[in-house]
């Protein structure tokens, strides 16, 4: 029986951002809302610039749209993130229908992501936002990949379609070191519902929950958090390069 362990760390190479911190004010709302019954207000205003929890999905089939939206929201500031790309993100997203002829219920489809990641790069050309987007597949996701390597330890980040629970799955890779790498798991588990070789992360909201071997992470085993055998692996290297705008 392989224990899983429940890590509280900061990590200053990937610690992205800064604490949102909502303000209390009484009187005037400007940018805010009133609670009823309360003389007090929420404001919004100095709050634009932040970066913002990364999320989970709503269901049993998003991880795709869940994972495009958590790199955005790492990569750039929320008054930065365009409703117009939100709306896109979803719309190309869950393709795929089971053999019951549901839609969206196989998930997100290959030729969806990269019709996707397409998309955002022209987009994204369009209004200036600096975001890059390319999609991977085989032998380009590998252990010895400079190119994964160096984007994501200049702040990129890798979105990587994984093995898990029998299934593939889409997670967001934030960092990778010597010995690790570090990843954003958008399906919500708690942390004794598994017993596999990886680790939680309960302090990076920003940045990670799951800490995993990189020798697991990047093998060809179809166990859980590996990218598996190299012929069927896909995912998508996104970064920015800045073009003056905050970020």
Known sequence: MVLIRVFSIGIASVSRGHSAQLQSTTGEVNSGRTIPGQNTAVSLKGDKNLKIPLNYQRSEYDCVPTTFLNALSYLCDREEIDPVIIKAIYRHSLDSR?????????????????????????????????????????KKITLESSLITTRVNLGGVLLACIHFAGSYHYVLVTGLDEHFAYVFDPYYRT?????????????????????????????????????????????????????????
């Open 98 to 138: 089971d053999s019951h002829g549901n839609p969206g219920k196989r998930g997100t489809s290959e030729q969806a992501v990269k019709s996707l990641a397409i998309w955002v790069n022209e987009y994204s050309r369009k209004i200036g936002l600096g975001i890059h987007c390319k999609f991977l597949s085989t």
């Open 191 to 247: 942390v004794n519902s598994e017993e596999q070789e990886f680790d939680f992360i309960t302090s990076q909201p920003l940045n990670m929950n799951r800490r995993v071997r990189k020798e697991v992470f990047f093998g060809v085993e179809s166990q859980p958090y590996a990218l598996g055998e190299v012929s069927k692996r896909e995912g998508v290297l996104m970064y920015r390069e800045k073009t003056g705008g905050a970020g």
